[in-house]
């Protein structure tokens, strides 16, 4: 079992920053990878960023690419993303989850996680 709680989600000017992170227990974290995910209202949810059990590999949205940045620190359980030059389109509710598997092919998708956190609320002003 792995427990998952996300944090640091709130309410931002469009062009401000934001860090959400999530910090995880129940198993050895540095032997999993992690992705965060996010959905808006009446949207499916997307992919946003992943990274590897080592963090030695991460990956991007096309949407996201150089403003956000996936991070983790596995001395403390947690995994953050740091979020740039937010935009309106990137109000959603954003969740962490944990890949279990071996391998790094399927982090885009969300099938291929096993655990999800309940999600923390980010808001864009115009």
């Known amino acids: 079992q792995v427990q998952l709680v996300e944090s640091g989600g709130g309410l931002v000017q469009a062009g401000g920053s934001l860090r959400v992170s999530c910090a995880a227990s129940g198993r050895t974290f540095s032997s999993y990878s992690m992705g965060w995910f996010r959905q808006a209202p009446g949207k499916e949810r997307e992919f946003v960023a992943a990274?590897?059990?080592?963090?030695?590999?991460?990956y991007y949205a096309d949407s996201v690419m150089v403003r956000f940045t996936i991070s983790r620190d596995n001395a403390k359980n947690t995994v953050y993303l740091q979020m740039n030059s937010l935009k309106p389109e990137d109000t959603a509710v954003y969740y962490c989850a944990a890949d279990l598997g071996p391998g790094v092919i399927g982090l885009r998708y969300s099938d291929s996680y096993d655990y999800w956190g309940q999600g923390t609320q980010v808001t864009v002003s115009s």
């Open positions: 990274i590897s059990w080592s963090g030695g590999s991460t």
